[in-house]
């Protein structure tokens, strides 16, 4: 099936520096990308669609300027926390979209800022 | 919009017992249909999903879902848990729109496991 990989798994940053995760569709090309955020023994919350080659749509009460998306290929979108702070702390998951099938995930990054 | 309800947020059973996850859903027309499974720190796993055709449909590890229209309901089940199945479960549904779609997840319940 198809393998959607998430880098890293684990990040510990220090408050106000930049974490950039990468979601890559392994053995396929994905048209949309989406990117969750995941508190404790909460569901997943939608954060943005990202599609290749425009912009991302961003959910509201998501600040865009602090989570950048970024699509540039149809095999990788990235998501580069800005500004670091311990609220931001989560656990991140990606998942791309293979037309014409369902949504693939990646295995998750745990953020810890500290 | 479409919304996911998964009532149950913990259930636990013993070991090869069997098990039925509830979940219902809202949506206008016959949506997509997706049971996850995730375990400690990691991302999601598909279990089965529906789009059309046979109302009950089979996944992988043994588990099966029964997608009812009157009922609005698209429950989990299995005949007989093994240890290894403790884990959260995540009920989706996701609209078509133009083969695709942005999945809605339900809150999660999570299955407790009992020797």
């Known amino acids: 099936g198809a393998v959607v990989s998430q880098h890293p798994s684990r990040v510990i940053c220090k408050s106000g520096t930049s974490v950039k995760i990468e979601c890559r569709s392994l053995?396929?090309?994905?048209?949309?990308m989406f990117w969750y955020r995941q508190f404790p023994k909460k569901s997943l919350m939608l954060m943005a669609t990202s599609n290749e080659g425009s912009k991302a749509t961003y959910e509201q009460g998501v600040e865009k300027d602090k989570f950048l998306i970024n699509h540039a290929s149809l095999t990788l979108s990235t998501l580069t926390v800005t500004s670091a702070h311990p609220e931001d702390s989560s656990f991140y998951i990606c998942?791309?979209?293979?037309?014409?099938?369902?949504?693939?995930f990646g295995q998750g990054t745990r953020l810890t800022v500290v | 919009a479409q919304s996911v309800t998964q009532p149950d947020i913990h259930i636990t059973v013993s070991e090869g017992a069997s098990l039925e996850l509830r979940c219902n859903y809202s949506?206008?027309?016959?949506?997509?249909l997706f049971w996850y499974v995730q375990s400690p720190g990691q991302g999601l796993q598909l279990l089965l999903k529906y789009f059309s055709g046979d109302t009950l449909v089979q996944g992988i590890k043994g588990f099966e879902a029964e997608f009812k229209r009157s009922q609005s309901s698209f429950n989990l089940r299995k005949p007989s848990v093994h240890w290894s199945d403790a884990a959260e479960y995540f009920c989706?549904?996701?609209?078509?729109?133009?083969?695709?779609?942005?999945?809605?997840f339900g809150r999660g319940t999570s299955l407790i496991v009992h020797p």
């Open positions: 998942s791309a979209f293979r037309s014409g099938t369902e949504a693939f």
């Open positions: 949506y206008g027309a016959t949506p997509y």
């Open positions: 989706a549904v996701g609209p078509p729109s133009g083969g695709s779609y942005i999945p809605t």
């Open positions: 053995d396929f090309q994905a048209t949309t």
